[in-house]
């Protein structure tokens, strides 16, 4: 039976390929190419601190989703983003999927001119045209989801983001996806506790998994922020940076609610040594 995941992945593919017939990957590589050069999201999250004694925020700008439905109209992105980037977001990651998260590329290049923080483009990775395309709207991290792709894919879109300067969140909801995170040399790797498969979120999930992710990489927590308390067991039980979409679109200050569960991660972060 398909998942929701593989009902998404339908969906995007065939959005993809309507794309594809109006801007062809050598327009694409062109404009990649003269994209100003990618910013490293690496060192935005942490991965160049010895320490990483502060958890780091990513935080998305999302609509609507398969399991809530509408969460926030958003009508000026490039707003929501000056409102993340002054709260202290380490990256800002937008949704441009259209069909279960009404999102775009043109919010993509909306945000991309309004904030010099980096930006993940976030979408169903399944083919390097959108790799590409996300280059050239001023992406500087993409996500590649483990139960949506093979090793090769894993491997072969790793480098491709790699060649284009960009970084890859790994995203991953099982032991095995770890271990063919690792073997992909993923060094940004997420753990999603919200299954794409059922949409069931068990918040438990990451605790369970965070410690089989090798210390070199940066760890996020990706879902289920309700507030300060999931922020505090997050940093607690190992994440270096979180994810979070509706506790900040449907939060009257984005801006404050950022700097709270910054202060609540580093609080976690300092009593775990
Ligand atoms: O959010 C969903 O319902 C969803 C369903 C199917 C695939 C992906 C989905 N969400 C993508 C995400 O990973 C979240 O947007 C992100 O982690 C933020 O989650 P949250 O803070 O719980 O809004």
Request: without cysteine.
């Amino acid at each position: 039976m398909a998942t929701v995941l593989d009902d998404i992945n339908a969906g995007v593919r065939e959005d993809m390929e309507a794309r594809k017939r109006l801007v062809s990957l050598a327009e694409l590589k062109d404009l990649a190419q003269a994209a100003a050069p990618a910013r490293d999201a690496w060192a935005a999250l942490g991965g160049t601190s010895p320490t990483r004694e502060q958890l780091k925020v990513i935080a998305e700008i999302k609509r609507r989703s398969p399991s809530k439905g509408d969460l926030a109209s958003i009508g000026d992105p490039a707003s929501l983003a000056r409102q993340y980037a002054d709260g202290g977001a380490s990256v800002i990651s937008v949704l441009t999927e259209q069909r279960r998260f009404s999102g775009s590329l043109a919010d993509l290049d909306a945000v991309r001119a309004a904030v010099d923080v980096p930006l993940l483009r976030k979408d169903f990775t399944l083919d390097e045209y959108q790799i590409w395309e996300a280059r050239a709207h001023g992406a500087d991290l993409i996500l590649l989801i483990v139960a949506a792709l093979s090793d090769t894919q894993l491997s072969d879109f790793s480098a491709l983001s790699r060649e284009l300067g960009m970084n890859v969140l790994v995203e991953t909801h099982t032991e095995d996806e770890i271990e063919r995170a690792v073997a992909a040399n993923a060094r940004i790797i997420g753990v999603n506790v919200r299954n794409l498969k059922t949409l069931d979120v068990d918040r438990s999930v990451f605790a369970s998994l965070a410690g089989l992710i090798p210390a070199e990489a940066v760890v996020v927590a990706e879902s289920g922020v309700r507030d300060a308390d999931d922020v505090t067991h997050y940093a607690a039980s190992g994440a270096n940076a979180i994810l979070v979409g509706e506790a900040l679109v449907s939060h009257a200050t984005p801006r404050e609610r950022i700097a709270e569960f910054t202060a609540a991660g580093a609080a976690a972060i300092a009593a775990r040594s």
